[in-house]
């Protein structure tokens, strides 16, 4: 059975002002011009985010936020809900990534409660699990992600608003990643789980993608293992040129695989 279409993220996190903007036009008409391109979501910062759908629309390029709020609206200084984020223009939102989790301490439960937040305003979701270094060495990666995945999920997930993002976080601005054997076992214990709990025959309808590092000189390796559907990129996404060697990259990788 084959996998979904490949799919291709770029994480700004806290970085962009307006002339940036200029990038995403860049990405936008790249990606035009790669033929059996990805799907492709730019997630800027919230400030961003309206011009940047702007830019994008009609495009086969998307436009995704960073986080959202719990509540759909209310007395919450400073937060945006999925609402606000959809109506500027937003189709995706990340949640759960390792940042947040670290240095805002949020839970899986709070992880999942955004998703379903998110998820009935209408926005697809990219949730994101990995382990520590330490849990990495300790061997724990399996039970870790594994525990992550039930708790951050919502169930009324479903193979077409939600993809999984598994993110060791050892790996994210180290320019170290795990090899491709690594991503890939990680990949069948995620796929597996997504399987058994929404009782599909077959785990390979769900978009599980890669993240932590991901580079031009990596990507085509990362794209080695057919259980990669795609990748979540932060630094080497917020310059057009190199953001769109991985998107190259994936499209190159479609071909083999449709070549089998």
């Not at 400073?78 to 240095?103: C, N, P, Q, Y």
Request: glycine share 10%; proline share 5%; hydrophobic share 40%.
């Amino acid at each position: 059975m084959s996998g979904p279409k490949l799919y291709v993220a770029g994480n700004w996190k806290m970085n962009g002002l307006r002339p940036d903007l200029t990038q995403i036009q860049a990405i936008r008409d790249g990606v035009a011009s790669v033929e059996n391109a990805p799907d492709v979501t730019v997630f800027p910062p919230a400030t961003l985010l309206h011009a940047a759908s702007q830019i994008v629309e009609g495009s086969l390029v998307e436009i995704g936020a960073q986080d959202c709020h719990v509540g759909e609206k209310g007395p919450f200084t400073g937060d945006l809900s999925a609402l606000m984020l959809k109506d500027s223009g937003a189709t995706t939102v990340i949640l759960g990534h390792s940042e947040r989790r670290a240095e805002h301490g949020e839970t899986s439960r709070e992880v999942r409660a955004k998703a379903a937040t998110a998820l009935r305003a209408g926005i697809k979701i990219v949730v994101c699990i990995g382990e520590t270094r330490g849990e990495h060495v300790r061997g724990l990666t399996a039970s870790v992600c594994r525990r992550q995945l039930a708790d951050s999920l919502p169930d009324e997930s479903t193979p077409e608003t939600t993809i999984v993002a598994y993110e060791p976080v050892w790996a994210i601005g180290s320019g170290v990643s795990p090899t491709t054997e690594q991503i890939t076992a990680v990949h069948e214990i995620v796929r597996g789980c997504l399987k058994d709990r929404f009782r599909e025959t077959s785990g390979m309808r769900w978009r599980v993608l890669y993240g932590g590092s991901v580079s031009p000189a990596n990507a085509a390796s990362t794209f080695d293992s057919p259980e990669v559907d795609g990748v979540l990129v932060g630094g080497a996404s917020l310059k057009a040129a190199t953001f769109l060697e991985i998107i190259t990259a994936a499209a190159r990788a479609s071909e083999r695989r449709s070549a089998r």
